[in-house]
């Protein structure tokens, strides 16, 4: 592909095709179908604060329909020990697998037992931990969380977050390295009211590597919020 080609497309596409060396994209998209007005809840497959396993370790994948889930396979992306990028297929009610795992950030079906979709919840758990959900019929997690792979940076240039009722909405943005301990800081906060809002960041805000990253939400009644976010990953030569 000529120079002149590269430089007429955008530059999300020119990643996307890989024509950016060292550079990738990650898109990341969540649901809750009932956030509440009490507390701020993560923008996931759960109705809470999103929890990470307090250590690495094999990761299992149940289903709350077992009649008519298990046997079929589930694919799982996140960091193993060292955080860096992992991945492994899971068979559903079957064993752990073998790749220890510091996060899981995404999950989708690859076979399913029955129909071509899951019939119940797939939870994914490491340790004592439920670190992704499948929610029934969707296929693939809805989760606005991620954590920045080591030897990596990341450059977030948008969210985005939708509402189901006319309500007021309060949202964060937040991040927390790992080398930070247990400090969440607000890189961004949106008040709003219903339909959907989207904030492109000019100025891309740059993200460490082994920083985790999460959208929470907190509704003036409860309703259904939907959040995302995209990020420019650079690989760090090293």
């Given at each position: ?43 996931w ?69 029955t ?11 490491v340790?004592?931990?439920?670190m992704?959900?499948?929610?029934a019929?969707?296929?693939q ?33 937040r ?45 003036s ?5 939907s959040?995302?976010?995209e ?8």
């Amino acid at each position: 592909m000529s120079f002149i080609d590269i430089n007429n497309m955008s530059f999300g596409l020119a990643i996307q095709k890989g024509l950016v060396n060292n550079f990738s994209g990650v898109q990341k998209f969540g649901l809750n179908t009932a956030v509440g007005s009490g507390a701020f809840e993560t923008v996931w497959d759960g109705d809470n604060i999103y929890t990470y396993a307090p250590s690495s370790g094999t990761a299992t994948a149940t289903s709350s329909d077992t009649g008519s889930d298990n046997n079929g396979t589930v694919k799982i992306f996140g960091l193993d020990s060292n955080y860096d990028l992992a991945e492994e297929t899971l068979t559903i009610g079957g064993s752990a697998g073998t790749v220890s795992f510091s996060r899981v950030f995404r999950a989708l079906m690859v076979n399913a037992n029955t129909g071509n979709t899951n019939v119940g919840t797939i939870t994914v758990t490491v340790g004592a931990t439920a670190m992704a959900q499948i929610d029934a019929g969707y296929g693939q997690t809805l989760m606005a969380v991620y954590t920045v792979p080591r030897n990596y940076r990341a450059y977030l240039i948008n969210l985005d977050i939708g509402n189901s009722k006319d309500l007021e909405l309060e949202t964060i943005y937040r991040t927390k390295e790992v080398s930070n301990g247990n400090v969440w800081t607000t890189k961004a906060f949106i008040t709003s009211r219903g339909g959907f809002v989207k904030k492109d960041f000019l100025l891309p805000s740059i993200i460490n590597e082994k920083t985790d990253i999460e959208i929470r939400a907190k509704s003036s009644a409860t309703s259904a919020v939907s959040a995302g976010f995209e990020l420019v990953m650079e690989k760090i030569l090293i």
